[in-house]
């Protein structure tokens, strides 16, 4: 079977491909010398053609570049195009390698071009280095005379008044002659007409004509610029020039001061300055300035022939690129016409090839592949269709013993296989069946266990609904809590507060400072439970001040040695001696961290001592690592409660719970204020009795600030105050505080009385408590803001609340509030609080209507606002003109108006433009403000006007 049907259809397959295959081989043999053709003239000639353009832009390059040259004024723009000339004329030179043996006699015109351009560009280089080096001698021969000029019309000046001098004095003299001194006053006059006049009138020409030599020099420096017009532009000159130094000769021959005369006359050689280029180019007494220009223009001309010349050179040299071009595309088309030839000799043998290996295979395909493969191929195809179709049909006999023949058996064997698995898919079709039922009873399981899943996910839902719902009410009730708590502890602080300190003893003076610090401990407590809801609502970061550590441990010290002493137990306090004096960091929650350790380590002691070690260690550039130490000699706590007492509402004992009290937030507060401030806290083993916690934390070494004495604001002026409190021993508090200054107090109860008393105006601020019985702060503010009128509608507003946090006082601020206060309130905060939002700028126009009628005030107001519009258009001119000077002026007299007016925005702008204007620097940032605070100001005071006009005609009509 080796050599049946594949030895065969091999051999039909050699024969088939192998004819083709010779053509090919043959016109490949012959196309291989006709691509060696190809090759040679392609790598001959296109790179000679291409290196042809290389020639043309060169050419167009320097037509163009040599224009610039001709108009360069200085040395290096002169040598910078000079050298960029020569590069391209070498560069010329070198592409002329490549068709020195190929092309000798097209390129002969060609470097001769290249050698005459050169030559061209030498010349043109040249003239142009002799004008730049004319038009510099000119240009300081010109300077020097128009300095000669200008001091030449100084000394005539002076001698102007040197001779109006004598002429007045002789006119004086004229005054004190009598008639009886007739020869005597004749002779005067005749002195004042032949001389001194004379003279004088002798002096201003000579001025005049030396004012117009200067403008004659300044029109000379231009002339070279206009060549067209040049030469009789010169002529004029020449004329003009001559007349003048003839007269101003004269009159210096006049003056009598000898020294003057002298210098008068070195002037006016300074003013003929410089040497003719020729012998005679110059006619006697003209400047030799005239024939420097001359000479200028002549060498203009000679440029534009030098640059023609390059020009004309480079056309030059694109003829004889053309010339090669020419020579080098006939024998580029030579070369062509033999590969041409050849590659048709080549196109003829193959077609014919081609041809005869078609003919061939076709009969060999006919007689072979189809009498013994295809029709075979072709019955069993039908054979295998009708089986994939289903029907058995006749049984298939494999003939002969080819590839074709085991096709056959293989047929017959899915025939059998095909009537075998028509007997499976009967059995399958009953299996499948079966399968159905099994899966719709599946689905009316699955159907029924959904059903009960979403019946459980929607009661897991309702109950974390109702878990979310307690914890807020859990929240929600702890801040009314709190709230509730701090209303009477505010009012008990600010009564203890309020009591006099006169005549107390020092005993009495401690005792009141302990009530004072009992209460803000009671007040630190209520903070401990308002810090588990913080956290909730975004609030409770660490605060970062310098404190001093001593002071921090006497504090909690001072707090907790008596209640220690009732107890009979020793409060031991060490400090290290390596201990820093100041840090940075909270010193509110250290403390209270500090004090409640300590206040539960007396609690849970009975006797012995309680002790407090502070030690330090380095911990980085700039920092410390704080160790509190805080031991008891109390009964300690079980080593299965090491962790469970620092969570929440937890205690070390039940027995230890119901003697000794408590919440059982303290550690639980500490650990996370510990957190919060970046520290550890725990609980470390001891081998004796009681317990020993230990504070870690990192704090940055601060320097001892500056001591800032307290000063309260005692110079604020009496104020007209809203306070919204609904609660009496509060309003009680802010009484005591606010009444004994001066300031006068209206109280309202309720929110809804709060607008209606800020919309009846004249307050200068509104304390009020967010925390009403009708409707909320913040919704009173909004009301306040919505009012008509905007003076009442912009009152300050003082927040105050008792559950104050960070997010609350983000939030108020934003509302609106100026200022937010804690309960319970303090002197101090409170009374700054007022001088800070109170001590405003007064209002427009208020200054002047303190020492001016309303009238005259509304008449310069308008003056003012008419100066406004015309003033700001001038300030905005001199800076886009640049003057310095007139923009200082402009600004300096608006701001002194704008002054007058109380426009403390307007006039700090004018200000500072006026000093960025004097002192040369940018004012562009203040005068972009500019506008916008110009029509700010025009708004202010059109309000104002209109405010003044509506009382005066109030006023009039009462």
């Not at 000579?206 to 030599?213: G, Q, T």
């Not at 060549?227 to 020449?238: F, G, I, M, N, Q």
């Not at 079709?429 to 009960?452: G, Y």
């Not at 206040?599 to 690592?625: D, E, K, Q």
């Amino acid at each position: 079977m080796g050599r049946g049907l594949g030895f065969r259809l091999l051999a039909a397959f050699l024969v088939i491909t192998g004819l083709p295959l010779a053509a090919a081989l043959i016109g490949w043999l012959e196309l291989s010398g006709t691509i060696r053709a190809q090759e040679e003239a392609s790598e001959r000639t296109i790179p000679a053609l291409a290196g042809l353009r290389g020639f043309a832009e060169a050419s167009a390059r320097i037509v163009a570049i040599a224009p610039e040259l001709a108009s360069v004024q200085t040395e290096a723009e002169r040598r910078e195009r000079t050298a960029w000339l020569f590069d391209q004329a070498d560069l010329l030179n070198t592409r002329l390698s490549p068709y020195r043996n190929s092309d000798p006699e097209a390129i002969a015109g060609l470097e001769a071009a290249i050698r005459d351009l050169r030559g061209a560009i030498g010349v043109l280089d040249l003239v142009v280095q002799r004008r730049i080096l004319a038009r510099a001698s000119l240009r300081r021969h010109i300077d020097e005379g128009i300095g000669a000029a200008a001091e030449l019309g100084g000394i005539a000046d002076t001698l102007v008044a040197n001779a109006e001098a004598a002429a007045s004095a002789t006119i004086s003299s004229l005054y004190e002659i009598s008639p009886a001194d007739g020869e005597a006053g004749f002779a005067a006059l005749d002195k004042l007409i032949e001389v001194d006049l004379f003279q004088l009138s002798l002096m201003f020409e000579m001025r005049a004509h030396a004012s117009e030599l200067g403008l004659l020099l300044n029109r000379l420096a231009t002339v070279p610029d206009r060549p067209s017009d040049a030469k009789d532009e010169l002529a004029s000159l020449r004329r003009v020039m001559e007349e003048r130094l003839s007269i101003v000769s004269r009159r210096v021959q006049t003056i009598a001061d000898p020294v003057r005369a002298n210098r008068a006359l070195a002037l006016l050689t300074v003013i003929r300055s410089g040497a003719p280029r020729t012998p005679g180019a110059r006619s006697p007494g003209a400047p030799d300035m005239l024939d420097a220009t001359a000479a200028i223009l002549a060498l203009e001309g000679r440029i534009a022939s030098a640059r023609n010349n390059v020009i004309e050179a480079a056309g030059r040299i694109d003829k004889g690129a053309a010339v090669l071009a020419v020579s080098v595309s006939g024998r580029a088309t030579e070369a062509g016409t033999g590969v041409l030839s050849a590659i048709r000799y080549s196109q003829s043998l193959q077609a014919w090839g081609a041809v005869t290996a078609l003919i061939i295979s076709l009969a060999v395909f006919w007689l072979y592949v189809r009498g013994n493969i295809s029709r075979r191929l072709d019955r069993l195809s039908s054979s295998m269709a009708r089986l994939a179709g289903g029907a058995i049909g006749e049984e298939i006999r494999p003939e002969g013993r080819d590839e074709i023949a085991g096709m056959e058996q293989a047929v017959a064997v899915f025939r059998a296989q095909a009537i075998h698995n028509d007997a499976l898919e009967q059995e399958r079709a009953r299996h499948l069946d079966e399968l159905h039922r099994h899966r719709n009873a599946l689905r009316q399981l699955v159907d029924e266990r959904t059903l009960a899943l979403r019946e459980e996910v929607a009661a897991h839902d309702i109950a974390r609904e109702k878990a979310e719902a307690a914890d807020r009410a859990k929240s929600e009730f702890l801040a009314m809590m709190s709230h509730e708590i701090r209303t009477p502890m505010n009012g008990m602080q600010g009564m203890i507060r309020s009591l006099p300190r006169d005549g107390l003893s020092a005993q009495q003076m401690e005792q009141l400072r302990a009530l004072e610090l009992s209460g803000e401990r009671m007040m630190g407590i209520l903070g401990d439970i308002l810090d588990f809801i913080r956290p909730e609502r975004g609030e409770g970061g660490a605060a970062n001040a310098a404190f001093p550590l001593a002071d921090l441990v006497a504090d909690a010290e001072w707090l907790l040695k008596p209640a220690a002493e009732e107890k009979g137990l020793a409060l031991r306090i060490t400090l290290a001696p390596d201990l820093p004096g100041h840090v940075t960091g909270d010193r509110g929650r250290l403390r209270q961290v500090l004090v409640n350790l300590l206040s539960n380590a007396i609690r849970y002691t009975a006797r012995g001592h309680v002790a407090l070690a502070v030690t330090a260690i380095p911990s980085g550039p700039g920092m410390v690592r704080l160790r509190f130490r805080v031991s008891d000699t109390g009964p300690g706590i079980a080593p299965e409660a090491r962790e469970r007492i620092f969570e929440p509402f937890e205690r070390g004992e039940p027995v230890g719970a119901r003697q000794f009290g408590g919440t059982g937030l303290g550690l639980a507060i500490c650990r996370r204020f510990v957190g919060q401030m970046g520290g550890r806290l725990w609980l470390e083993e001891s081998a004796g009795v009681g317990a020993v916690f230990v504070l870690e934390l990192d704090l940055a070494r601060a320097a001892a600030p500056a001591p800032v004495p307290m000063v309260m604001p005692v110079d604020l002026r009496p104020l007209s105050l809203l306070v919204v409190e609904d609660h009496p021993i509060n309003r009680m508090v802010v009484a005591a505080i606010l009444a004994p200054p001066g300031h006068r107090l209206q109280m309202a109860e309720t929110g809804l009385a709060a607008v209606d008393l800020a919309a009846a105006g004249g307050y200068d601020a509104v304390l009020l408590d967010l925390d009403l019985p009708d409707i909320p702060g913040t919704e009173v503010l909004r009301r306040i803001r919505a009012l008509p009128d905007p003076d009442r509608a912009q009152v300050p507003v003082i927040g105050i609340s008792a559950h104050i946090g960070g997010a609350g006082v983000a939030a108020s601020l934003k509302a609106g509030m100026a200022v937010m206060l804690a309960k319970p309130l303090s002197p101090e905060r409170l009374l700054a609080a007022l001088a800070t939002i109170c001590d405003r700028p007064a209002p427009v126009l208020q200054g002047a209507l303190a020492d001016l009628p309303e009238a005259v005030v509304a008449e310069l107001a308008g003056l003012f606002l008419s100066r406004l519009d015309l003033a700001l258009p001038l300030i905005r001119g001199a800076a886009d003109r640049g003057d310095s000077a007139a923009l200082a002026r402009e600004a300096h007299q608006l701001a002194g108006a704008s002054a007058n007016f109380d426009l403390a925005a307007l006039t700090a702008c004018l200000q500072e433009i006026e000093r960025a204007a004097r002192g040369g620097q940018d004012a562009a940032l203040a005068l972009a403000r500019l506008g916008a605070l110009a029509e700010a100001a025009k708004s202010d005071m059109k309000a104002a006007l209109s405010r003044l006009n509506t009382q005066s005609s109030a006023a009039v009509n009462r």
